[in-house]
């Protein structure tokens, strides 16, 4: 059975500052890695995937995968209080299926 | 284009009942997933519809099923409700199997006295 461990947090940057989130992977197989952002009372959202390849970029936020020591990392740079959320870390199990972690809480502060 | 929908949003019942929650998923997408949310648990993926038939399916009891109908709509029904049962229920819509980004509905919350 396939695990992502993420910290629970919170984790608490100010403003403007990079927050960074990390979460570890069980499955030395694992080939994508998606992360979802989920506002309180409210459903998950994608805001990255990325596949064993490579890092990705996408505006304010990187994902970076360190296949070696089995993490996936998502940076936030420029943080902002809008940012302030729980952020899920997901592998594939089978066809559509995704094992989540149990999320980081970001705080940012203004 | 409109969302994912899931009906009803919130829904209270008490232990032994049964319940039976559903998902319409976005126009043309035919995979649908259902997940379990809970402080303690986190999401955990129940299981997935994909063209009528059930895909996948999580380490959740008998108690737990569902179906797909030939417009995509799915439902799942929990018999002999327990206490443990209390949580958001989440349905996600893609287009296809696999490497296809999920949309999620906004959720049934249900509560199980």
């Known amino acids: 059975q396939k695990e992502v461990e993420q910290n629970s947090g919170p984790l608490s940057v100010p403003e403007g500052a990079i927050a960074s989130l990390n979460c570890t992977y069980s499955?030395?197989?694992?080939?994508?890695f998606f992360w979802y952002r989920q506002y309180s009372g409210k459903s998950p959202e994608l805001i990255m995937f990325i596949y064993s390849n490579g890092d990705k970029e996408d505006g304010r936020f990187t994902a970076q995968l360190n296949k070696a020591s089995q993490y996936v990392s998502l940076l936030i740079r420029d943080s902002q209080p809008s940012d302030s959320a729980t952020y899920l870390c997901?592998?594939?199990?089978?066809?559509?299926?995704?094992?989540f972690g149990k999320g980081t809480t970001l705080s940012v502060s203004s | 284009k409109a969302g994912v929908t899931q009906t009803p949003r919130y829904l209270i019942k008490t232990r032994g009942q049964q319940v039976t929650l559903s998902c319409s998923p976005i126009s043309g997408h035919r995979s649908v997933s259902w997940y379990q949310q809970t402080p303690g648990q986190g999401l955990q993926f129940l299981f997935e519809?994909?063209?009528?038939?059930?895909?996948n399916k999580g380490n959740f009891p008998g108690r737990f099923s569902g179906r797909q109908f030939s417009n995509s709509r799915s439902e799942m029904n929990v018999s002999t409700l327990e206490l443990g049962d209390s949580a958001l229920y989440l349905c996600?819509?893609?287009f296809g199997q696999g490497l296809y980004e999920q949309f999620f509905g906004p959720g049934t919350r249900l509560t199980v006295l």
């Open positions: 997901a592998v594939p199990q089978a066809g559509t299926a995704l094992i």
């Open positions: 499955d030395r197989g694992s080939q994508s």
């Open positions: 519809y994909f063209s009528e038939t059930q895909r």
């Open positions: 996600a819509s893609s």
